[in-house]
């Protein structure tokens, strides 16, 4: 129960989160539950062109996120379980419908990129710079509140659709 009341207070005010200060039953939520919550809701505004039993976030390179993924791994959204997975390799990126590149591999991030060049995966990251290597999503910090920059020129070279809606909340990078 308290999951599930964890789940729909985060849910409820993810864009006006800000971290280290949203308080639920005296609990802070910190940068990295909030990005996670931030994952599973754009399921909610992105279309995939091959409809997948499950909705899959990988995580690649050595992942920031600590325990926080445990916040929406196995939970249900759109009617789709929502599964946490790490690959090892870029040869396990097919499996991905969001994929978040760690700072890690910032030196190693235009190869990645290639790998996932034509699979349909949203590239999401949390490095400065990112977004205009060509990651389509990428989070920073402004003012205490998560926010995110879209790469909309790597979106509209893959085939997947990003609803106008989510469009609209992130900042524009890329000549966009």
Known sequence: MKTLLLI?????????VQPG????QSREFDEYEVKAVFLANFFKFVEWPSPARTHSICIYGSSPFGQSMRIVDGMKVRGKTLEVKRPASVRGLSGCNILFISSSERRRILPVLDAVKGMDVLTVGDTEGYAEEGVMVNFYIEAKRVKFEINLNSIRRSRIDVSSQLLKLGRMVGGE
């Open 8 to 16: 729909t207070v985060l849910l409820g005010l993810i864009f006006s």
């Open 21 to 24: 200060s949203l308080r639920a």
